[in-house]
């Protein structure tokens, strides 16, 4: 039970420090069959018997034409947790495939998110609770920079534009590594989606790059979480943040010659 013990100690924290769930909230996960959302759904659960605010649980899955088998068997396992599971085929999802199979990423959550706030609207909730990871928010601040130019990740809680629900991500602080560890310690089967294989993308190379800082540095994923907590724009670029009267110089912000000449010596050698 220690993946168990870890999932809900971190989602606990995040669910406390970004006020994500209160009295009275009605709340559907969106489950996708992978480890990450049934990993929260478990969380949720866990923290519905505890809380010492009352909310309602129930879960969903979209269903898009890209789940490597059926999913409809994972109605069962809701049943034997007692959750209340809504299954939704977009007929919008399937046409896409049909009509742009390549399609990329950016269609394929656009269609997704319209689906999700349809079912939401149907099962009356106004909380959507999404399993995005640690892992994804470090991708994701890396891929904002490096390919967006702008700095950020995903927001750990966010209002639907129409003011309609409130997006939760109580993940936030809980590695994959964690959910794999829980749904193999729970039994529980995952239906992955077919792109889970797919090789070749920015988020692979991404992952890949964190996963090769991390032999050398094994906290790097629990760096750049503290770093998007811990921001000093006085550092940074943006002017809507810099008050130049009162920025202050100190020795930390001053070039340490030996140190870059040791970054110059590791850059040299990869
Ligand atoms: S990875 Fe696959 S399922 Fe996910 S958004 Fe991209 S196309 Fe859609």
Same mark, same amino acid.
């Given at each position: 039970?220690?993946?168990?013990?870890?999932?809900?100690?971190?989602?606990?924290?995040?669910?406390?420090?970004?006020?994500?769930?209160?009295?009275?909230?009605?709340?559907?996960?969106?489950?996708?069959?992978?480890?990450?959302?049934?990993?929260?759904?478990?969380?949720?659960?866990?923290?519905?018997?505890?809380?010492?605010?009352?909310?309602?649980?129930?879960?969903?899955?979209?269903?898009?034409?890209?789940?490597?088998?059926?999913?409809?068997?994972?109605?069962?396992?809701?049943?034997? @947790?007692?959750?209340?599971?809504?299954?939704? +085929?977009?007929?919008?999802?399937?046409?896409?495939?049909?009509?742009?199979?390549?399609?990329?990423?950016?269609?394929?959550? +656009?269609?997704?998110?319209?689906?999700?706030?349809?079912?939401?609207?149907?099962?009356?909730?106004?909380?959507?609770?999404?399993?995005?990871?640690?892992?994804?928010?470090?991708?994701?601040?890396?891929?904002?920079?490096?390919?967006?130019?702008?700095?950020?990740?995903? /927001?750990?809680?966010?209002?639907?534009?129409?003011?309609?629900?409130?997006?939760?991500? /109580?993940?936030?602080?809980?590695?994959?590594?964690?959910?794999?560890?829980?749904?193999?310690?729970?039994?529980?089967?995952?239906? /992955?989606?077919?792109?889970?294989?797919?090789?070749?993308?920015?988020?692979?190379?991404? +992952?890949?790059?964190?996963?090769?800082?991390?032999?050398?540095?094994?906290?790097?994923?629990?760096?750049?979480?503290?770093?998007?907590? +811990?921001?000093?724009?006085?550092?940074?670029?943006?002017?809507?943040?810099?008050?130049?009267?009162?920025?202050?110089?100190?020795?930390?912000?001053?070039?340490?010659?030996?140190?870059?000449?040791?970054?110059?010596?590791?850059?040299?050698? @990869?």
């Amino acid at each position: 039970m220690a993946f168990q013990k870890q999932l809900i100690r971190k989602v606990g924290r995040a669910v406390h420090e970004f006020d994500m769930i209160r009295a009275g909230d009605s709340i559907a996960v969106g489950v996708s069959g992978g480890k990450d959302s049934l990993a929260l759904l478990g969380a949720l659960q866990a923290l519905q018997k505890r809380a010492p605010i009352p909310f309602d649980l129930q879960a969903f899955t979209i269903e898009q034409g890209k789940f490597v088998r059926p999913i409809e068997p994972l109605g069962e396992y809701m049943e034997q @947790i007692g959750i209340h599971w809504t299954y939704y +085929r977009d007929q919008a999802s399937f046409d896409l495939i049909e009509e742009q199979p390549g399609h990329g990423c950016d269609a394929c959550s +656009r269609y997704r998110r319209r689906a999700v706030y349809d079912v939401a609207k149907q099962l009356g909730v106004n909380v959507i609770a999404l399993g995005h990871t640690a892992d994804d928010l470090c991708e994701s601040l890396l891929r904002n920079a490096l390919y967006t130019g702008k700095l950020g990740a995903l /927001p750990a809680v966010a209002q639907s534009r129409s003011g309609e629900f409130r997006l939760i991500r /109580p993940l936030i602080y809980v590695s994959e590594e964690i959910t794999s560890g829980y749904v193999q310690e729970q039994g529980v089967e995952i239906t /992955p989606c077919v792109c889970s294989f797919k090789t070749g993308t920015v988020r692979e190379s991404l +992952r890949t790059f964190l996963q090769a800082t991390k032999q050398n540095n094994p906290h790097v994923m629990e760096n750049l979480l503290a770093a998007m907590g +811990r921001i000093d724009p006085s550092r940074l670029l943006d002017r809507r943040f810099i008050e130049l009267e009162s920025a202050i110089e100190d020795s930390d912000s001053l070039p340490n010659c030996a140190s870059d000449l040791l970054q110059i010596q590791i850059l040299e050698t @990869i």
